[in-house]
């Protein structure tokens, strides 16, 4: 930690960088520590790949300094919540400084830090603020917040416990506007959502005598919904609240054919362990991969589909 303090106290001009198709989390805690660098009155940019953000996270603090081009001046980098240099969008040539919490991180940095014990990168950036005596502003536990309640879902994740609430009265006592950041996470939704959510409730398909949801949204639905790849996120939990679900799948295709797969569970099914086997990572009860080979999409959620029985 005090590596990375020091390193910041030297940057002359820093970039945040949320990974692409950001959620709250890499959001959140880019905006909470832009919002600090802004305190030691050092330049700094934001950086996002993502041309279009889902506008749910638009309300969290200078957001709308995101941009979508890296800043060529810059001597320093800070990534947040991004577990491997794919994620990040965009080549760094300046030393980088790799915060995250994902047990697959790759710990691609110069410096990086990494705690996996937390349930968000927002947790870990507390951590870092707090044990080195940095206060926090209300912008600040605002972001810090916003990661927590979207990475909890709202506080029902199993591993939600008394150091999480612990942490959410702290945020809320620096100021955290709590109840704007559950309008918008847990309540807000575009039209596009609301209608891609018809068409997905419409095409689910129960399989293993209805444990295993899975949603295939062609590239055709996006379109006719207008909604983006993140609106998925919402109807695929859902699913796990049916009584006999344990485990949610979804296959989206893209524009270029290739397949963006989610998959989330609370069996004994490990969500990751299954993703390692496409190059993908994340964490027992949720993790992302996405086939690229020009798999069907038929083919590709028959493959799934098998590995998910084995385990089951």
Not at 33 to 61: D, E, G, M
Not at 122 to 129: M, R
Not at 131 to 145: F, R, V
Not at 152 to 166: N, Q
Request: glycine share 4%.
């Amino acid at each position: 930690m005090n590596e990375i303090l020091k390193r910041i106290e030297s940057a002359k001009h820093v970039v945040v960088i949320s990974h692409v198709n950001p959620y709250a989390d890499s959001l959140g805690s880019a905006s909470a520590i832009y919002t600090h660098l802004l305190r030691l009155h050092k330049k700094v940019s934001w950086f996002c790949a993502t041309k279009n953000i889902n506008q749910k996270f638009l309300f969290l603090p200078w957001s709308e300094n995101i941009r979508d081009t890296f800043a060529s001046s810059a001597d320093l980098a800070i990534s947040l919540d991004c577990e491997n240099l794919d994620r990040l969008g965009v080549a760094i040539e300046c030393d980088l400084i790799n915060i995250d919490y994902h047990k697959s991180n790759t710990e691609y940095g110069a410096y990086n830090l990494v705690d996996s014990q937390c349930i968000s990168t927002t947790e870990v950036l507390y951590k870092l603020f707090k044990e080195n005596g940095i206060s926090l502003n209300p912008k600040m536990a605002t972001a810090l917040y916003a990661g927590l309640l979207n990475n909890s879902k709202g506080f029902l994740d199993e591993r939600c416990d008394g150091t999480i609430f612990a942490l959410a009265k702290e945020l809320i006592d620096f100021g955290a506007d709590y109840k704007l950041c559950n309008k918008f996470i847990m309540k807000y939704q575009t039209l596009g959502a609301f209608r891609l959510k018809a068409i997905m409730h419409k095409n689910m398909q129960l399989f293993y005598d209805a444990r295993v949801a899975v949603f295939c949204v062609s590239h055709e639905d996006m379109i006719a919904s207008g909604a983006v790849a993140l609106d998925c996120e919402n109807t695929l939990d859902e699913a796990l609240w049916l009584p006999s679900v344990e485990v949610s799948l979804l296959l989206k295709q893209n524009s270029d054919l290739s397949i963006q797969c989610s998959l989330l569970s609370r069996s004994k099914v490990d969500a990751s362990e299954i993703a390692s086997k496409f190059s993908g990572g994340g964490f027992a009860t949720k993790s992302d991969f996405s086939i690229v080979d020009g798999t069907i999409m038929a083919c590709a959620k028959e493959k799934i589909l098998k590995l998910i029985c084995e385990e089951l």
